[in-house]
């Protein structure tokens, strides 16, 4: 699937729905009284043969609703907004999601040569939509639309983001979307994913009210050995996907990087053979 979507202006309203379903909900479910637009059943989650980032995970989100990932580093809360948007594969489990998908991921792609109009114009082009500018506007982007991606600021990078993303339909996947935000596009920002009829799946670790939002807590992981890392640059993806890592935060030029006890030291030396420097080691 895609990474990237423009926008749709929405009509606010929520439904008040739930998110967990028990056994006497997913009766509902697989009769078709309740449709959920994503769905994922008894989902788990490991990279080769390390620790399981997620495990038997239940989620069920309606048409309108919004509900809020939490959990501490480590939780996989990134892991589970990229399984449900269809960027990463469960390894057990199930998941259904509609054809329309919008993915903010937490850190957008670097070396974008496109100008940012043009990003959304080619986005919008390949879901057959019209290009929505006037979102970014809305936003308060500043800046000349013709620069390249990659020239933006970081703010500015995240309204074209957000732009792209909320243009999808079906779901709405969005991973920290007010970072990088001033306080005038947050609050737009919220107006946004508060309303219309798409379902709407987030992390927030800023806590913003969101009216009519669902919680969706993961559980808390067991102590680990957090190593910071400077230099980190294009390595980032190689080293979020080493064994033992439970989370990896762009930090920076660096990144914050969560790994589970027994794996630092194998971490610690493929990060400096991929050019990368330590900050500091700590657990």
């Known amino acids: 699937m895609s990474l990237p979507h423009p926008p749709a202006r929405r009509s606010f309203a929520l439904n008040s729905t739930r998110v967990l379903y028990s056994a006497s909900t997913r009766s509902y479910l697989d009769r078709g009284i309740i449709t959920p637009v994503v769905r994922l ?75 940012a109009r043009d990003y959304l114009r080619h986005l919008a082009a390949v879901r057959g939509v019209p290009a929505r500018w006037d979102l970014v506007e809305a936003l308060g982007f500043v800046g000349d639309p013709d620069a390249p991606m990659a020239t933006l600021s970081k703010g500015n990078t995240q309204k074209v983001a957000l732009a792209q993303a909320l243009a999808a339909t079906g779901l709405l996947v969005l991973d920290e979307p007010w970072s990088g935000l001033d306080a005038a596009a947050g609050a737009v920002l919220a107006e946004f994913v508060t309303g219309g009829a798409a379902a709407r799946l987030i992390t927030d670790h800023h806590g913003h009210d969101l009216p009519g939002a669902r919680e969706f807590a993961l559980g808390a992981r067991r102590t680990g050995v957090v190593v910071e890392l400077d230099r980190v640059g294009e390595s980032f993806e190689k080293i979020s996907v080493l064994a033992g890592v439970r989370e990896a935060r762009v930090v920076g030029r660096g990144a914050r990087v969560e790994v589970e006890p027994g794996f630092s030291d194998q971490v610690l030396v493929e990060a400096l053979r991929l050019g990368c420097s330590v900050r500091s080691v700590r657990s």
């Open 41 to 115: 059943d008894r989902v788990g989650k490991r990279y080769g043969r390390g620790p399981w980032v997620l495990r038997d995970v239940t989620l069920a989100v309606e048409p309108g609703e919004t509900v809020v990932v939490t959990g501490g580093n480590g939780s996989g809360k990134s892991t589970l907004l990229r399984i449900a948007a269809g960027l990463s594969r469960p390894t057990s489990g199930r998941v259904a999601r509609p054809a329309s998908v919008g993915y903010l991921p937490e850190r957008f792609p670097p070396g974008v040569k496109l100008s």
